[in-house]
């Protein structure tokens, strides 16, 4: 007769071990038992499973039995088994205590670990005592041993700690000429007289060799270290001598020339062949590279085994990035309503770096596309010419803007901070306006610079201020239906004055000279409007700006917005942040666009509540427009950082 009686007693059970060796057993016995198992289960689904007698020849064996036993204790103990033993440290300061929990461990889990853990306790705490300088702690312990749960009491005294007496810290190859590492000896964390720190020793070590390798020292060894304790007199000697042998130079750098023309290469390089080995430059170098958008991933591999003459050949892994890339987007906006946007990428187009971007965008108020195509010249990132063509429609107060552009503009770093370009961009415009239709061709030569820092996460900003200039001319001589000169300027800046508490100052300031009889062919793109989520809040979208009357062809007088010559807008606003992702808004936003003489101040003030996200915060803002015969509410809302 087959038959197994088992009995669960889960009080003399605890976890499945955490120990290698137990857990080793355990699962070589499972091994061992499965293939038994199988050969059983599959002669009971071939011959049937007599559960009374059994028959010659069946594979219902003693051996069998034992592994079907087995499998079953070794899950019962995975789910019966419970902590062994607990214990608790008196004695020491937090710095100490948190050291000799981390050498311990966690609580043993069966009796085999318990009685590991007790074997070893003393030499244990004594080591983690040790590594932060204590040598002579006195420590008492206390074991009851009560089942299943042992509680264990450790009580230490850590008595007078060792302190560092004489250090011995030699430099020697041509790192002794090396400024960095003159830097490093001379920042020490050892210094006579601190307790001794094993750790910071260690990390010291760590520190001289790390820095060897990020700056070419690649035969560099610490030759000798060593730290004597004299318990007696509770003193410590620290003794390190470290060779950091040749430093070695860049040699030549190596890549494929079909991914990457060796001119633009060369602009994006930080050093030259011959000069010293410093990781730091290749990682700006890999900077460089990622910032141009052409590859996926960049790998600099140093052939140290290559190095003659102690140069070192760089090997350039390039990764292409994707041929192409299409973004979609929606949005709403009170000044632009709902909008959607398709923007296609293809990043680099040939091995001289050439790229295209393709940005589509539609809302009812303001339709709009512009494909532009970028081309390297002395280099990639810091200097670029931009061909491209625009087409747009947009509302500016009571006048209908139908606009088609062609440009071209070279953008320049200068100084490392400041943008610089010149652009010369032909623009046809024509508006129109309760039927009253008019156009202009304009042929503008330009100018602009631009410059903005900022501290903290990319989406808020802690501080920053940014500052936009714009001149452009035209004239009838050159191309352009009238004279002007046109003057913009834009300005943002953010500062936290202390926690939770933050304020936003936005202007604007903007001119157009041009001749009186010349007014009515300026086009609205480069005149001026005031108002919306982003200007002059309480007011409708571009709805401020001088005001004409005239008639209409059926003969009704009418007054329509177009616009002025001048421009002038402030704001202020008071920010409190209730939490990470939520701050409220105070504002008082002031200005007028106008023509030459004719300011008539407009002002408004309100509240709102943001929302942050990763992309900037979702705004949410009321706003009353003080300055009008009837002030009324506007809802504004907008998404977006500062800058």
Same mark, same amino acid.
């Given at each position: 007769m087959f038959q197994v009686n088992l009995r669960h007693d889960c009080t003399r059970l605890v976890k499945r071990s955490h120990s290698p060796s137990i857990h080793a057993r355990r699962t070589n016995a499972v091994k061992q038992a499965l293939p038994l198992i199988y050969a059983f289960f599959k002669a009971h689904t071939r011959r049937g499973l007599s559960h009374s007698t059994q028959r010659p020849g069946s594979l219902i064996t003693p051996k069998i039995t034992s592994a079907l036993l087995t499998l079953f204790l070794l899950t019962s103990t995975i789910e019966c088994y419970g902590s062994t033993l607990n214990y608790s440290l008196n004695g020491l300061s937090t710095e100490l205590k948190k050291n000799v929990k981390a050498w311990l461990g966690e609580s043993?889990?069966?009796?085999?670990?318990r009685s590991y853990f007790l074997a070893n306790l003393n030499n244990r705490v004594t080591k983690s005592l040790q590594a932060l300088g204590y040598y002579q702690p006195h420590i008492v312990i206390n074991t009851e041993r009560s089942e299943p749960t042992w509680k264990l009491t450790i009580s230490v005294t850590p008595n007078q700690p060792?302190?560092?007496?004489?250090?011995? $810290?030699?430099?020697?190859? =041509?790192?002794?000429?090396?400024p960095a590492f003159t830097a490093l000896i001379s920042s020490t964390p050892i210094n006579e007289g601190d307790i001794l720190h094993h750790g910071r020793y260690e990390a010291y070590k760590k520190s001289l060799m790390h820095l060897a390798q990020q700056r070419g020292y690649f035969t560099a060894s610490i030759t000798k270290s060593r730290i004597n304790v004299n318990t007696g007199a509770n003193t410590?000697? $620290?003794?390190?001598?470290? =060779?950091?042998?040749?430093?070695y130079r860049f040699g030549a750098v190596r890549f494929d020339e079909n991914m990457l023309d060796a001119a633009l290469e060369e602009s994006l390089q930080t050093f030259k062949e011959g000069d010293y080995f410093d990781l730091a430059q290749i990682q700006e170098f890999q900077a460089n590279l990622q910032r141009t958008q052409y590859f996926s991933s960049i790998i600099f591999k140093p052939l140290i085994t290559e190095a003659e003459d102690n140069q070192v050949p760089i090997e350039l892994g390039l990764f292409p990035a994707k041929r192409h890339s299409i973004d979609i987007g929606v949005g709403y906006s009170t000044d632009t309503e709902e909008r959607t946007s398709l923007i296609w990428r293809t990043p680099r187009i040939n091995s001289h770096g050439h790229s295209q971007e393709t940005r589509l965008e539609y809302s009812r108020v303001n339709p709009s596309g512009r494909v532009t195509y970028k081309i390297p010249l002395t280099h990639p990132i810091n200097d670029t010419l931009l061909l491209s063509a625009r087409k747009e429609e947009n509302e500016f107060g009571d006048l209908d803007s139908q606009q088609k552009e062609l440009s071209i503009r070279r953008e320049t770093l200068v100084d490392g901070n400041w943008i610089r370009s010149y652009s010369l961009r032909a623009l046809d415009e024509s508006w129109d306006a309760e039927s009253l239709k008019t156009q202009s061709i304009y042929l503008l030569p330009g100018l602009t610079f631009s410059?903005?820092?900022?501290?903290g996460p990319f989406a808020d900003p802690l501080s920053g201020f940014s500052q936009f200039y714009q001149l452009e001319a035209g004239g009838e001589d050159l191309g352009s239906d009238i004279d002007l000169l046109r003057a913009y300027g834009k300005f943002t800046y953010v500062t936290t004055l202390k926690a939770r508490h933050r304020v936003v100052t936005r202007a604007e300031l903007g001119a157009v000279f041009i001749d009186g009889n010349d007014r009515k062919h300026l086009a609205p793109s480069l005149g001026f409007f005031a108002g919306g989520a982003q200007s002059i809040r309480g007011f409708a979208y571009q709805a401020i700006g001088n005001k004409i009357s005239g008639v209409l062809p059926d003969g009704k007088q009418t007054t329509l917005v177009v616009g002025g010559d001048r421009l002038m807008t402030a704001s202020m606003e008071y920010?409190?942040?209730?939490?990470?992702?939520?701050?409220?808004?105070?504002?008082?936003?002031?200005?007028?666009?106008?023509?030459?003489?004719d300011f008539d101040a407009h002002y408004s003030a309100g509240f709102g509540v943001h929302y942050l996200t990763i992309a900037g915060a979702i705004k949410?803002?009321?706003a009353n427009s003080l300055s009008n015969d009837n002030p009324d509410w506007r809802l504004h809302l907008n998404i977006g950082a500062e800058f």
């Open positions: 043993p889990e069966t009796p085999e670990e060792v302190l560092i007496g004489n250090i011995d $810290i030699q430099l020697m190859g =041509d790192a002794l000429d090396d410590a000697q $620290i003794l390190v001598y470290f =060779d950091s042998g040749p430093r410059h903005k820092f900022r501290t920010q409190y942040y209730f939490s990470k992702q939520w701050r409220g808004a105070l504002f008082s936003d002031f200005g007028d666009a106008f023509d030459e003489g949410i803002e009321l």
